[in-house]
Each structure stands twice: as C-alpha cells, then as structure tokens.
Nanobody, 119 residues
C-alpha cells in the first residue's frame, strides 16, 4: 500500500500562512483524487480541498479563497497553501490520495499534521 507522509503543520498567529505537504511513498501513475481534510476537537472531519483527475479543484465553503491545493507530479506530492489563517482553522489536517501505482489501486490516508492558529 502507498504510505502518505504529511508535513508543514505547526503554530501560527492569526493572519499567517502555512504550507502543508503530503508525500507519497510510491510513484503515482494516475490519481483520481487528492484531498485534504481537517478535524477539530469535538467536530466531524470535513473536506478542506480536493483536486480531481483533470485538474478541477473543490474547496470547503469556509475556505473562501484563502487556501490553494496543488500537486507536484514529479515528487508525488500534494500541497495545501493556507493563507489568512483564522483560529477556527485549527485542527488536524490529513491528506487522502486515491489512484493507481505499479501494484494497482490505492486509497491512502496520511497520519495527520496539527495546525494551531493563535488569536
């Protein structure tokens, strides 16, 4: 199975920026969807951003133009650039990639990275 490793989380002041990375352990031959989710304490996990095959992107309503999802095919990595962060953006951010690698289909999740935005 393909392992995903996230990085880039941390503590930032409100209004600041963070860039999250999610690197796959294998070469992704084609991806159906690459996405970021988040979960705050006591709340359900919610979709932050999704990038689907063909290049279309979708964002949670709360993003309002502040975040951008992108990918680097050569590095088998998906990124989430987060700007104008708010305290309510705090939570554990996890990436999910669905697609094909040399052994077939995979649907993998990362372990999550903590994002904390202070007011």
């Amino acid at each position: 199975q393909v392992q995903l490793v996230e990085s880039g989380g941390g503590l930032v002041q409100a209004g600041g920026s963070l860039r999250l990375s999610c690197a796959a352990s294998a070469t992704i031959l084609s991806s159906e969807a690459m996405a970021w989710y988040r979960q705050a304490p006591g709340k359900q996990r919610e979709l932050v951003a999704r990038l689907i095959r063909g290049g279309s992107t979708f964002y949670g309503d709360f993003v309002k133009g502040r975040f951008t999802i992108s990918r680097d095919n050569a590095e088998n990595t998906v990124f989430l650039q987060m700007n104008s962060l708010k305290p309510e953006d705090s939570g554990i951010y996890s990436c999910n990639i669905q697609g094909y690698y040399n052994r077939g289909w995979f649907d993998s999740w990362g372990q999550g990275t903590q994002v904390t935005v202070s007011s």
